[in-house]
């Protein structure tokens, strides 16, 4: 039972597609954290690209019973890939706790949308193409700026409780950077995770199933409110420990990042509406991110 109020030690808010079922298994490995086998509670978000449950009017107490089996001496925290696409999450996730821990990924932008694209094409009902994904569902796009989406962050806390890496920079060195990371959190940094190396939840850009389009209508039925103690029941019952993805991940992030098949005209266009939030998050980050410009 979590008696204190702020609970909540750290929370991972984005970018999707940026490794954070990899990073969930990270943490879930060091002795010293503690985070829920429900993945991407998303209790903060009003606002998500796909259906989803609307629970910040459930209330704290709700969101406290996903942690209720948390031992007492672990530091606490969730993965949430998009709250930072939420501008209210942010303040809400200050006013509930203030002294909370900020992790982000970031990933080039277009290999975020059109990955997400291929991730949600395989699980529901989704355009044949990207060109055409993009045209029928802009708000994909917004996924991208950044800078935007992050400024309530770092409007609502210090700097130096936000950590934010750069994809292609954190899976360089993963043994380095689950230690910076670990640092950051204040539990012991020299831990190494035996998920090191492991690519795990890989976009694949295979045609989708047949039944893609039923387990769409099912998903967004099952979080309809009728239907919700039905999802939570099959949540219950449903193996879905990270170990049970680690198991099966045998390739390495860096010998996998091969080029997709968006092709370069559709990556230079996306990639241009980027640019101009881009140089602002270069700013914010103090970071160099030509490389993502120079991809195109």
């Known amino acids: 039972m979590i008696e204190k109020k702020e609970f909540l030690d750290f929370v991972y808010i984005g970018a999707p597609r940026s490794g954070s079922t990899w990073l969930s298994a990270v943490l879930e490995e060091h002795p010293e954290l503690w985070?829920?086998?429900?993945?991407?509670?998303?209790?903060?978000?009003?606002?998500?690209?796909?259906?989803?449950?609307?629970?910040?009017?459930r209330g704290l107490e709700h969101y406290r019973k996903y942690f209720e089996t948390a031992p007492v001496k672990t530091k606490i925290g969730e993965l949430s890939p998009f709250y930072y696409?939420?501008?209210?999450?942010?303040?809400?996730?200050?006013?509930?706790?203030?002294?909370?821990?900020?992790?982000?990924?970031?990933?080039?932008?277009?290999?975020?949308?059109?990955?997400?694209?291929?991730?949600?094409?395989?699980?529901?009902?989704?355009?044949?193409?990207f060109d055409e994904e993009i045209i029928r569902n802009p708000e994909l796009l917004e996924l991208g700026f950044y800078h935007r989406l992050l400024t309530p962050y770092f409007d609502w806390f210090p700097r130096e409780r936000i950590f934010i890496k750069v994809f292609d920079d954190f899976f360089v060195n993963e043994e380095a950077s689950c230690a910076e990371l670990f640092d950051f959190l204040g539990v012991d940094k020299h831990f190494k995770p035996q998920v090191l190396g492991a690519r795990i939840n890989a976009s694949?850009?295979?045609?989708?199933?047949?039944?893609?389009?039923?387990?769409?209508?099912?998903?967004?039925?099952?979080?309809?409110?009728?239907?919700?103690?039905?999802?939570?029941l099959l949540h219950r019952v449903r193996v879905n420990r990270i170990q049970?993805?680690?198991?099966?991940?045998?390739?390495?992030?860096?010998?996998?990042?091969?080029?997709?098949?968006?092709?370069?005209?559709?990556?230079?266009?996306?990639?241009?509406?980027?640019?101009?939030?881009?140089?602002?998050?270069?700013?914010?980050?103090?970071?160099d991110l030509s490389n993502w410009i120079d991809a195109t």
């Open 204 to 232: 694949t850009e295979a045609l989708p199933a047949k039944i893609a389009p039923i387990r769409g209508y099912l998903i967004k039925m099952l979080n309809m409110k009728p239907f919700i103690p039905v999802k939570e």
């Open 85 to 129: 696409f939420d501008p209210n999450a942010g303040y809400r996730i200050y006013k509930a706790f203030p002294n909370v821990r900020i992790i982000a990924i970031l990933r080039n932008p277009v290999d975020v949308i059109y990955s997400l694209y291929l991730l949600l094409r395989q699980r529901e009902r989704r355009e044949k193409t």
């Open 35 to 57: 985070i829920p086998s429900h993945k991407e509670i998303h209790f903060f978000n009003s606002r998500l690209v796909y259906p989803f449950e609307y629970k910040y009017v």
């Open 244 to 287: 049970g993805h680690i198991s099966r991940a045998t390739d390495k992030h860096t010998e996998t990042q091969k080029r997709s098949n968006l092709s370069d005209p559709t990556r230079k266009r996306l990639m241009e509406q980027f640019i101009p939030d881009m140089k602002r998050l270069e700013v914010m980050l103090d970071k």
